[in-house]
């Protein structure tokens, strides 16, 4: 999917990419260490951080390491990231599983009274689920991440319409006797998303049925390993910020965040110290003003096969052992 029009709005003519963060950036990706970087950013500063921090499993950009060294080594920043939060502002972080020895420890588990001691204050705990993913043999197979969503006072920005899903029963009326009776009884721009978010992780949702070069098939797929998807964020950045306020992501990777927040006239800034993901950050971001990123639209339903394609029918070889009694009960075919 390709954006089929020019952004447009707040930061043209130029959409300036600055190093560093000053009085007039828009658009900031700092090459460097998060903590380091941030330690430069004024106090309150920020109206939403939203993040996906390397969860400490081998990743290609991270050296796997005892979780509690783990932690202790994201605490400072935690605390930079509270302090230059806007009083009004929220913290959306986004986790999976870090797993020792094949025991599952759920990060979220662990960030949560991180953030607790520094103040904030859960309004949400958001399940992302998705549907593919691996196989596992000895636990049953991981199909959600979290996003834990702070917010640092009792004021805070929550804007609610711009969010909004189709229902599932517009036509719904109110039953009950009084003066709305009879009337709808939805709202006509739709219902609250709730907090189990259906999004697609990875393209395996998208041109699986078909194409068997799934990854290469994803709309927003680059050389990163484990990008967020930018409708995630794009509905953070709808509900938890105004035009023109700043999001930040200390993690940035390919800016999937900042694409985010620039798509819908926010201010963005990344930071990120692999050099190779803030050149191709950059690039998609120009890509986002000439028109040609590709990215999956906010809201797009996740496809569903129909039932007819070759890789839903059944194997005719397991329907062959079915027959002969070579396979258990237990196969559903
Ligand atoms: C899970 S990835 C985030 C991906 C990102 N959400 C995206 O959509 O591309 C975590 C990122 O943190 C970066 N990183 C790890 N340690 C860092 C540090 N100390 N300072 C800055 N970036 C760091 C890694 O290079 C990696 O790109």
Not at 180 to 185: I, W
Not at 218 to 225: A, D, I, M, S
């Given at each position: 999917m390709r954006s089929n029009h020019k952004q447009s709005g707040l930061f043209e003519p130029e959409h300036r990419i600055d190093s560093g963060f000053q009085a007039d950036s828009t658009i900031v990706l700092a090459h460097g260490d998060s903590l380091e970087t941030l330690k430069k950013l004024p106090d309150g500063a920020i109206k939403l951080i939203i993040s996906s921090p390397p969860?400490?499993?081998?990743?290609?950009y991270e050296v796997q390491q005892k979780l509690e060294h783990y932690l202790e080594w994201l605490e400072p920043i935690l605390a930079e990231l509270v302090r230059v939060l806007s009083p009004n502002g929220s913290l959306c972080w986004q986790v999976g599983n870090y797993v020792e020895e094949s025991e599952v420890f759920p990060l979220d588990i662990y960030f949560y009274p991180i953030f607790k001691k520094l103040g904030l204050q859960l309004r949400n705990r958001v399940v992302w689920t998705f549907e593919h993913g691996l196989h596992c043999s000895v636990r049953f197979s991981g199909r959600y991440e979290t996003l834990l969503w702070f917010t640092k006072t009792d004021d805070y920005t929550f804007n609610l319409d711009p969010v909004r899903v189709p229902s599932k029963y517009p036509g719904k009326r109110n039953f009950?006797?009084?003066?709305?009776?009879?009337?709808?009884?939805?709202?006509p721009l739709g219902k609250n998303p709730s907090d189990v978010w259906k999004l697609m992780a990875k393209e395996w949702e998208v041109g699986l049925w078909n194409i068997p070069n799934v990854k290469a098939n994803?709309?927003?797929?680059?050389?990163?390993?484990c990008q967020f998807p930018i409708e995630l964020v794009e509905r953070c950045v709808l509900a938890l910020t105004n035009e023109g306020d700043w999001v930040l992501d200390p993690?940035?990777?390919?800016a999937s965040a900042l694409l985010a927040a620039l798509k819908q006239n926010r201010k963005g800034m990344g930071i990120d110290r692999e050099i190779a993901y803030v050149n191709e950050a950059k690039l998609r971001i120009a890509k986002l003003y000439s028109g040609e990123l590709p990215y999956r639209p906010l809201g797009k339903p996740v496809h569903q096969p129909t039932?007819?394609?070759?890789?839903?029918q059944v194997p005719q070889e397991w329907l062959e052992k079915k027959e002969s009694n070579e396979i258990g009960s237990g196969l559903l075919v």
């Open positions: 969860y400490n499993i081998g990743k290609e009950r006797p009084g003066p709305d009776y009879g009337k709808p009884s939805g709202n994803h709309p927003e797929k680059t050389l990163h390993p993690f940035t990777g390919v039932g007819k394609e070759k890789v839903t």
